[in-house]
């Protein structure tokens, strides 16, 4: 490609670099306001994907409208008009009888809709004016390779949030970052209008030889819609069938930019026989991710999931690069394909989610992408006048595209064994499966969202009322209880809350003067755990909340938001003797839920002595740091109590719980209890308050960082405090 000018080449890497970083940022500054639901990224990422297509859309009737002279006044209309209203961290709406995803969407809307459509129109508009520089020499074709730039613009920005932005700054200073290049942009903008040697093109006259052919156009459209569905529903099987470590969905979105990359870089050219293999390769590495049959261990079926996302997106990717029309045409192919992965973003991301109740979209995903490999086929056979002879391996590669695509979507749509419900929506798919039916001892009901265990409950009636998973004997949980009934004394029962429901195993701890409240983010499994009394005709309902002892309730929607509501209604809070946070054995992190600000709001709710038991008992995830620091900071006692397993070997997890506690008086209590515990070797009890985590500081609403925990290692200190189990 003939050399592009620096300030084009500025403006175009610096808006893609701005559109990427963006989406992480605002929507992390909602969640303490939405929920660190899943439906904030979702909803949150549907919006970025149609205000793309819109910007795209309005960069093509500019582009096809005006002259270069109305393009750059209009270009630059918009950029002033965005630097004067700018406020990258969008302020929740909050409209009554409104749903919550539609407020977000105009949250969202209010605040990063317009420069967001100043960035997205930027990049393809100047793209065009690239085209015609006055060089001398035409730029062809190869003006896509300012695509490969753009991508990895994206790819940076990508990168730069969780490994250089979260960890350095607070969201505040990151936005005034991000206010910061924008301005750049804008000023790159009005220096390209006004420096750049453009060619001042008559606006085009639509001909009978310029028209793109109906069909080129819906070519355009189905490959970016397939590439996105394969995206989005990849990524959210994977981090939740698979495994739901954090920052996951981070590889998937940096995979999907490098095969457009090294597609628009020109530097590979497959055809349509080279675009099929690789199809049929991505569709066969699928198979041993999604068939539950195959047993696979879980790093390499992980390896298999991405391994096939990133061959199927290189098949969508290299397909678009070879239809590529003309640079005049660049305005309208970026429109459509944009509009392509917005409408795939809407079918895997929100339509999907509302009509499957499995993951037969990721199976539909690839099969698009076998029809579209298959068509190329089927269309090069016919354009170079070849028959279909048994010796061409193209008919025969189309047959195996379209076998494996409909073997794929059996696959994903399969039922466990002993399978009694499930239900798919915004928070992910929840599955109540029934096991050891031979077995009496055994035989029990078990909940899953996606792979993890929300709790199980045996169904033989000598132990359907015992405690189960992360809350049986020896527990954290169970002492916490125990402690702080005999604080509170004989003459009244506890009052306990309680983030994150699960099967409601917390209830078999009640006492007929008890009363406990849960705070629950999902209906579904608000229902599966019985919150309505009655009998269960279904079957697929657990009974710890209708069998309770004492008195328990269930509160829908986010935790936080509850007990903000509840404060605001009562400022002395819900003086609680007990509250118990199980909300992060998942490892899919509610951050919003470890700030100091939600801390805040817990100890607002305690009565005095109050405990707070933390459960974290992650996979992939050590919290613990995250709560010492807090709890060091704002001068509370914590203790580290370690189960493993239930006193019967069956019912009972490996379970890691924080006890956080102010009253003297408590840690005496918990000794007691801990003492025969720790002699028979069930559970292991530490103060870590002598550990210094690598200064890991605690989390706000304004800062918080993952990847710094994950990197935090464990050093004394100088000064080492006395073990609190001696």
């Known amino acids: 490609m003939n050399r592009t000018h620096p300030l084009i080449v500025s403006a175009v890497a610096l808006s893609a670099f701005l559109v990427f970083l963006i989406q992480p940022l605002a929507a992390r500054s909602l969640l303490p306001a939405f929920g660190g639901a899943a439906s904030v990224w979702v909803t949150a990422l549907v919006f970025y994907q149609v205000a793309l297509a819109g910007g795209y859309l309005l960069a093509h009737v500019l582009n096809t409208r005006l002259s270069h002279r109305g393009q750059t006044r209009v270009l630059a209309g918009l950029a002033l008009a965005a630097c004067l209203t700018l406020s990258v961290l969008p302020a929740p709406l909050q409209i009554s009888g409104l749903a919550p995803a539609w407020q977000l969407l105009l949250s969202l809307a209010v605040s990063v809709g317009p420069p967001f459509i100043v960035l997205t129109v930027a990049g393809p508009l100047i793209q065009g004016w690239a085209a015609g520089l006055k060089t001398g020499a035409r730029q062809g074709r190869d003006i896509y390779s300012l695509c490969a730039v753009s991508s990895g613009a994206s790819l940076l920005a990508l990168l730069s949030y969780p490994l250089l932005m979260e960890p350095l700054f607070g969201t505040r200073l990151q936005a005034r970052i ?61 981090g939740q069938e698979i495994a739901a470590i954090p920052l996951l969905w981070v590889i998937p979105l940096i995979l999907y930019l490098v095969t457009w990359i090294v597609a628009f870089s020109g530097t590979v050219h497959p055809g349509p026989v080279a675009r099929g293999l690789l199809g049929l390769t991505a569709l066969g590495l699928m198979v041993p991710a999604v068939d539950i049959r195959l047993s696979i261990a879980l790093v390499p079926r992980l390896g298999f999931g991405l391994a096939g996302m990133t061959l199927a997106c290189f098949c ?32 895997a991301g929100v339509l999907a989610i509302q009509v499957l109740q499995d993951w037969r979209d990721l199976g539909l995903a690839f099969t698009l992408v076998a029809l579209l490999a298959g068509g190329d086929l089927v269309a090069g056979l016919r354009t170079g006048g070849r028959r279909f002879r048994p010796t061409n391996p193209a008919p025969w590669l189309a047959i195996l595209l379209l076998t494996f695509g409909a073997y794929l979507v059996g696959a994903t749509g399969m039922e466990r064994p002993g399978l009694r419900f499930k239900h798919r929506d915004f928070n992910g798919l929840v599955r109540v499966v029934e096991s050891g039916v031979g077995n009496p001892q055994r035989h029990r009901l078990v909940m899953f969202h996606g792979a993890t265990v929300h709790g199980f409950q045996f169904l033989h009636p000598d132990r359907r009322g015992r405690p189960t998973t992360y809350f049986g004997p020896g527990t954290g949980a169970e002492i916490a209880v125990t402690t702080q009934r005999t604080l509170v ?24 003067t008890d009363r406990m409240r849960f705070y629950e983010l999902s209906p579904v499994v608000a229902e599966l755990a019985g919150r309505e009394a009655g009998a269960d005709p279904s079957g697929h309902q657990f009974s710890y909340l209708r069998e309770a002892a004492g008195e328990a309730d269930v509160v829908i929607g986010d935790a936080r938001l509850s007990l903000a509501t509840e404060l605001h209604r009562n400022p002395e809070g819900r003086a609680y003797d007990l509250l118990v946070l199980d909300a992060f054995a998942g490892d899919a992190v509610p951050v919003h839920l470890l700030t100091r600000e939600a801390f805040s709001l817990y100890t607002a709710h305690l009565a005095e002595p109050g405990m707070i038991a933390v459960h974290v008992s992650c996979n992939w995830l050590d919290l613990v740091p995250v709560i010492y620091a807090w709890a ?73 960082d993952l990847l710094a925990l994950m990197r935090s290692r464990i050093r004394l200190r100088d000064k080492p405090e006395v073990h609190a189990s001696r």
């Open 316 to 347: 969508v990717h290299a397909a678009l690069y070879g239809l590529r029309p003309a640079e005049d045409r660049l305005t309208r192919f970026y429109a459509t394909v944009a509009a392509g992965g917005a409408v795939g973003g809407l079918l």
């Open 178 to 238: 991000w206010d910061g290049l924008f301005l750049i942009v804008a000023i790159l903008i009005l220096l390209i209008s006004r420096r750049v040697p453009v060619v001042a093109r008559p606006v085009p006259r639509p001909t009978a030889s310029s028209r793109i052919p109906r069909g080129d156009s819906l070519r355009w459209w189905l490959w970016s819609a397939a590439g996105v569905m394969i995206l989005t529903s990849t990524s959210g099987f994977i």
């Open 489 to 512: 004394g004989p003459d009244r029962g506890l009052n306990i809350g309680v983030v994150g429901l699960g099967v409601g195993t917390m209830a078999s701890h009640l006492r007929k």
């Open 632 to 704: 060091e900071a704002e001068n509370w006692q914590a203790l580290t109590i370690s189960t493993r397993g239930g006193a019967d070997g069956v019912s009972g997890n490996h379970a890691v719980w924080l006890l956080l506690y102010r009253d003297p008086a408590t840690l005496p209590l918990l000794a007691r209890q801990c003492r025969p515990l720790m002699a028979a070797g069930k559970i292991q009890v530490q103060n870590l308050r002598n550990i210094d985590y690598g200064n890991l500081r605690p989390w706000t609403d304004n800062r918080s």
